[in-house]
């Protein structure tokens, strides 16, 4: 190990073409909403790159596309070691997320083959339709078709924010293929992505060993007091919905705090009505999105927003419902794969971590069905879902590098 | 006193009349913007009303219409004694608001001149352009107008919320007249009006003798942080422009309770950017509205605001701007006037009590050039700037009473 090296340039030209698709003027980022024209012309280009590689392409039902490579000493009758991950984007989204780990995929391949070694195992490299969600929901859709957890006529019923329905999307870019839904179980599934974290910049460390994802509540929480006028109603006979959100806001941090360790809390979204500068609001809607590694924790601190909810809706006189928006558990990685690719980041001399990923990516999905997990790389000023989200050639070479042999190692290496 | 009574069922229809124009269908309330057509056709109407009393009409350069009444003992050198308030309403209002000011005036010249009975002073009752402040800022501009706090030129100039120019407007409806302004000084100016608010309501109680206005202080705060994932950034690293706007929003609740009184503080307004579940806003814009009797204690609550914010802002590595959007002082009515209120309904039999108010009106900018005050009626619900605002025929016809025998009392009635 460490003799094979990936070709960094290479890897940064086809992330730099690909970012062209959509690009958005005057940045480097990027606009593909999952199953657009652009990500139609985008997908065409990654799997010109995977035929390019002599790779076996198939599209399944949901347009899940798998590029698969066997060298000459490849066992074809053993499953994959997959890599991947989506090549969609948010409306306003940068170059990195999800790109990085299809296309380093794509040079782990190109490398073997230029090197003449070869693989026990067949190595696949996919990408996985509308992993962000951002114009079907749920997010990870297609890894979730992908292992058999969304039922595919479902998927395909999907209407977007847009009011397209999928089924129609895919048909018209012409992603829908006729491979199997659920796919292929992999023997295992490493995941290559940036962290859209700042901790690896903040302490200076190259590679992250993503041992969990957090598990996430997301809560919508809806008060309903009494308009009053803000001149004329004494404090102590009001209903006021707009201070019981600011009270809720400030409680989810004190949720936060006293938990500690991994547990993060945010209200990201209040919308007050009227929302007039000189009447107490009678309504105010807002969402509470909290995460945790731990399920037990997870569910306590849903439990101290919900008594506070109660306390506060009788204390202020108001009516509290909450509805839940959206609800993953924590997934725990493989450890035999994590320990693989903290072995393989501390002989290629990066320096690393164990981590846990505050993000959801189709690995946690493909987790369901074989031993997965996943590798960061440090997000510039802990950016992404942006256009300026950067990572340097020399952090995403250490990345793939780190894809690289981990995948070797698991595969079997046959020179 | 207390022979003379008004006539109830009369103010009653009138009020019903008045609220047909800009009705607002399956409501009893009225939406008539200020220099709208339905303003127009309500002004029409009640000049109408005014000629039928035999009252001189005026019109001045702002439109603020003024019908003043002779009897045949009426010494026309002297200052007339006046009363009145304003017929616009907001978008959606109620037929209460204003209105009764100016139609119990009306009530009050028809009952004396049916009962034969004389004033040694003129009797006027005007009602002013532009109350609300809904459709041309700033509220109160005809009487600001009148009492010379407001330049007409620029007063005409006015831009609408519709883009429409307050001169062009008035020329359109027929009511840029000719009268000077600033007007005549009154003798004195009291003005009937429904409370706003739920204080009588909720005490039992007929009748409010308004002894003060709350001073106004709005304020603009824009929370500067950083757009972050909700889900990958340390609550440590954070810098939640959406969190802060709840710490800011829960201490003016804080700073209304810690001073009391007469203290409010409301946070009716709340905008986050960019308002998403899992992201951590960027920035937020709220409004604090800050209201106390006293200059001095009403400076003390935005003092700690500012205070606050400061803190805030260093604890949490976010930058807050703040601009004031409106800032009025607290107005005292006259004493002597307050008093003969309080014991004209004593003498009538009604429950009454000194109280402040919290909304601004009329009254509070002509005190600024003769003596005034003001006459409060309850409120149901303390509903107000809404279809649904309502005072019962009884205490609609008490306060007219209170209005009728309060400005004889000032006038010098004679039999």
Redesign the interface.
């Known amino acids: 190990m460490g003799q094979l090296s990936i070709n960094g340039n290479r890897l940064w030209d086809r992330l730099d073409e690909l970012a062209q698709i959509g690009a958005i003027p005057e940045t480097i980022g990027s606009s593909r909403l999952a199953l657009t024209k652009e990500d139609g012309r985008a997908r065409d280009l990654v799997v010109s790159w995977m035929k390019d590689l002599e790779m076996d392409v198939t599209v399944d039902g949901i347009g899940n596309v798998v590029g698969v490579w066997h060298g000459p000493k490849t066992d074809t009758a053993l499953r994959p070691v997959m890599t991947g991950s989506h090549i969609d984007t948010v409306r306003s989204g940068g170059r990195f997320d999800g790109n990085l780990g299809v296309l380093a995929g794509l040079e782990v391949v190109q490398t073997i083959t230029e090197m003449g070694v070869s693989s026990r195992h067949p190595i696949a490299v996919g990408f996985f339709t509308g992993e962000e969600g951002a114009r079907f929901a749920p997010d990870m859709l297609g890894s979730l078709v992908y292992v058999g957890a969304l039922d595919l006529e479902t998927a395909l019923n999907t209407v977007g924010v847009d009011g397209e329905v999928l089924g129609d999307e895919l048909e018209r870019i012409g992603y829908a293929g006729r491979a199997m839904c659920p796919g292929v179980i992999p023997e295992a599934f490493i995941e290559l992505h940036i962290?859209?974290?700042?901790?690896l910049e903040?302490e200076g460390i190259t590679i992250g060993a993503v041992e969990s994802v957090?598990g996430?509540s997301?809560t919508e929480i809806t008060i309903e007091g009494q308009?009053?006028?803000?001149?004329?109603?004494?404090?102590s006979?009001r209903r006021?919905a707009?201070?019981v959100?600011?009270?809720?806001?400030?409680h989810?941090?004190q949720i936060?705090?006293q938990i500690g360790g991994t547990?993060?809390?945010?209200?990201?979204?209040?919308?007050?009505h009227?929302?007039?500068?000189?009447?107490?609001?009678s309504k105010a809607s807002m969402?509470v999105?909290l995460?945790n590694t731990s399920e037990m924790i997870l569910r306590e601190s849903e439990s101290y927003l919900a008594t506070f909810c109660e306390e506060i809706s009788e204390k202020e006189n108001v009516t509290i419902s909450s509805k839940s928006?959206a609800r993953f558990e924590p997934v725990e990685f493989d450890n035999k794969l994590i320990e693989t690719i903290s072995s393989t980041a501390d002989n290629l001399g990066f320096s690393n971590r164990r981590m846990t990923?505050?993000?959801?990516h189709d690995a946690q999905i493909l987790a369901r069905v074989c031993p997965s997990a996943m590798i960061f790389v440090p997000s510039k000023g802990?950016l992404?879902?942006?256009p300026e989200e950067y990572t340097s050639l020399e952090e995403v070479s250490a990345g793939a590098n780190v894809l690289l042999h981990a995948i070797l190692n698991v595969a079997g290496e046959c020179s």
């Open positions: 962290e859209q974290g700042p901790v903040t957090q996430i997301w308009s009053n006028h803000a001149g004329t109603t004494p404090m006979m006021d707009g201070y959100a600011g009270e809720i806001s400030t989810v941090r936060a705090n547990q993060v809390g945010t209200v990201g979204k209040i919308d007050l009227p929302n007039l500068v000189n009447v107490v609001a969402t999105d995460r928006l990923s505050g993000a959801g802990g992404s879902h942006n």
